[in-house]
Nanobody, 116 residues
Framework: QVKLEESGGGLVQPGGSLRLLCRASGFTFSNFMMNWYRQFPGKERELVASIRADGEWTNYAESVKGRFTISRDNTIDTVYLQMNNTEPEDTGLYFC?????????WGQGTQVVVSS
């Protein structure tokens, strides 16, 4: 059974840091491009960061460049999103996504709130 389980969300003050984790199971993790998306209330889901299957290529939304870092550990089937220098605009529900060919898997999301 395919499963993506996010964790690490919570409340953080502006300028603070959080590290999100996504643990995968039920598929060959090392084949998949991994992505983090986020969704704000009333808005469409947006792509935040991507990392290639081998971890050698990453890409970021302009709004998070220089602040967020995506990484992965294929030995434990986990992808991370390190969020530094957070802003109130980073508040949202963060989803982990796995893509390979026609396979497209989603987690349930973890809530991030950036507020003082």
């Amino acid at each position: 059974q395919v499963k993506l389980e996010e964790s690490g969300g919570g409340l953080v003050q502006p300028g603070g840091s959080l590290r999100l984790l996504c643990r995968a199971s039920g598929f060959t993790f090392s084949n998949f491009m991994m992505n983090w998306y986020r969704q704000f209330p009333g808005k469409e889901r947006e792509l935040v960061a991507s990392i290639r299957a081998d971890g050698e290529w990453t890409n970021y939304a302009e709004s998070v460049k220089g602040r967020f870092t995506i990484s992965r550990d294929n030995t434990i089937d986990t992808v991370y999103l390190q969020m530094n220098n957070t802003e109130p605009e980073d508040t949202g529900l963060y989803f982990c996504n796995a893509k390979w060919w026609i396979s497209d898997h989603w987690g349930q999301g973890t809530q991030v709130v950036v507020s003082s």
